[in-house]
């Protein structure tokens, strides 16, 4: 099943949805949920597995399709592994969602903590002042810790954020 960028475009990031002023809030909200449903769906059920890379090439193209994902990350109760997993897999621009993605690596289950830290991973343009501040944040996280593998993780996560800081 092949779909077509125009497709993507008009049902994700329909310009009259993102540029119209609602004058009732709930009709705003519908159209986002809307579109968040049909991301998470294209995302992550797999009668669309053989479009994912068009996809994801949509979503390296549209700044505010990459907003969708993570607003659907943050909304997502069943699917937010996947979503996440999303990120890396596509190779998304989620650098601006650092803080974001450390509170999941540190306070969500395991797997999403894990996909979490992978999508941290493969950021490529790390402020060394944001890491500083979330590193403070890890590290109390850390000592707090008592699951072994979470202890790891968080662990691991504080050692990338301390290489993205200057003389650490």
């Given at each position: ?70 607003r659907a990350i943050g909304e ?93």
């Amino acid at each position: 099943m092949s779909i077509k960028r125009d497709l993507l475009k008009e049902k994700l990031l329909n310009s009259k949805s993102f540029n119209t002023v609602y004058l009732v809030k709930e009709d705003e909200e519908r159209v986002r949920r809307e579109q968040m449903d049909l991301l998470t769906e294209l995302l992550c059920d797999d009668k669309h597995k053989a479009a994912r890379g068009e996809v994801f090439n949509f979503l390296k193209k549209e700044k505010k399709a990459v907003d969708l994902l993570i607003r659907a990350i943050g909304e997502a109760t069943v699917d937010k592994k996947k979503l996440i997993a999303a990120c890396w897999e596509g190779d998304l621009d989620c650098d601006r969602y650092l803080a974001l993605f450390t509170q999941l690596t540190l306070n969500d289950t395991f797997e999403v903590a894990l996909e979490a830290f992978t999508t941290i991973e493969n950021m490529r343009k790390i402020e060394p002042v944001e890491a500083g501040a979330l590193l403070e944040k890890v590290n109390t996280a850390l000592h707090q810790q008592a699951d072994p593998g979470r202890k790891v993780l968080a662990s691991d996560l504080a050692e990338f954020l301390k290489k993205h800081i200057p003389n650490n």
